[in-house]
């Protein structure tokens, strides 16, 4: 039993080694196992890419939508503003996190996910007329280019609006 127990251990530590090296990508990014993966490590917390040693380190997906309203009022809210689309405590916003990294390439997903967004916006603001949705990558300087003030980078991924006629 001892040996068994052992062989775990060296197993567990090996899959961990070789993932902070990158030796198992090219079944995250792209591969067959990319899409069961991202369900698996949104279920269980465990988000493979991002770690210390990960090509996303620096980078943030942010969501922002725009509510207009009948009396021209416009309500922002953005998640970098302190807005949880609703979510009830830190790992579920960790766990949104995730989600929205993994749902970006898939535009038919980031359609679903905003049209959801502005029928909620919509019913928490019935005057509302139309809503603009945008999905941001901001990229974070590295440290040496933080340190001579390089700027923050913003790339617009997904954008659309939503109008009541």
């Known amino acids: 039993m001892k040996k068994f127990i052992y062989t775990l251990a060296f197993l567990h ?3 961990i080694t070789i993932t902070i090296f990158h ?3 090219s079944w995250l990014h792209g591969g067959f196992m990319e899409k069961p993966l991202a369900i698996l490590t949104s279920m269980n917390y465990s988000v493979w890419r991002y770690g210390f040693f990960s090509p996303d380190v620096g980078k943030s997906i942010e969501v922002e939508m725009k ?6 009022s416009v309500t922002t809210y953005s998640t970098l503003d302190g807005f949880t689309f609703f979510t009830a405590n ?16 898939d535009t038919i997903f980031q ?4 049209r959801s967004a502005a029928v909620k916006m919509m019913n928490l603001h019935p005057q509302s007329w139309r809503v603009d949705y945008l999905t941001r ?3 974070y300087p590295g440290m040496k280019d ?3 003030d390089s700027a923050i980078r913003e790339i617009d991924i997904y954008q ?5 006629y």
């Open 67 to 72: 509510v207009y309203e009948d009396s021209a």
């Open 146 to 148: 933080f340190r001579s």
């Open 23 to 25: 030796g198992v990508d």
């Open 160 to 164: 659309t609006q939503f109008e009541l």
């Open 111 to 114: 359609d679903l996910c905003a």
């Open 137 to 139: 990558s901001i990229h």
């Open 90 to 105: 830190q790992e579920s916003r960790n766990r949104f996190y995730g989600f929205k990294v993994q749902t970006t390439a």
């Open 13 to 15: 530590l090996f899959l």
